[in-house]
Nanobody, 118 residues
Framework: QVQLVESGGGLVQPGGSLRLSCAAS????????MGWFRQAPGKQRELVAV???????NYADSVKGRFTISRDNAKNTVYLQMNSLKPEDTAVYYC????????????WGQGTQVTVSS
């Protein structure tokens, strides 16, 4: 089992920045990739960004050029730096850990709210 604990959400004005953090514990050796998904009210959950243990990254088209995912393997932590935030980025953001596939999470964090509003 892998446990994921997120932090860093909050309220920010359009154009602002936030950084989300996610610390993983438990069976860390089984993790192939870590990432972030989000779910906005009334919408389906969607992939935001994912990074594999080999360093390959994937981003949703809507966040390319604005969001950056990074991992600190020594700390078993993944980060999501979000810049130039837009109201449509408002959602609950979930940290994910993947054992085999970059687009199929096996573990989910509890979620952290990000609200972009003036």
């Amino acid at each position: 089992q892998v446990q994921l604990v997120e932090s860093g959400g909050g309220l920010v004005q359009p154009g602002g920045s936030l950084r989300l953090s996610c610390a993983a514990s438990g069976s860390i050796f089984s993790i192939y990739a870590m990432g972030w998904f989000r779910q906005a009210p009334g919408k389906q959950r969607e992939l935001v960004a994912v990074k594999t243990s080999g360093g390959t990254t994937n981003y949703a088209d809507s966040v390319k050029g604005r969001f950056t995912i990074s991992r600190d393997n020594a700390k078993n932590t993944v980060y999501l730096q979000m810049n130039s935030l837009k109201p449509e980025d408002t959602a609950v953001y979930y940290c994910t850990a993947h054992r085999r596939s970059w687009n199929q999470p096996d573990y989910w964090g509890q979620g952290t709210q990000v609200t972009v509003s003036s």
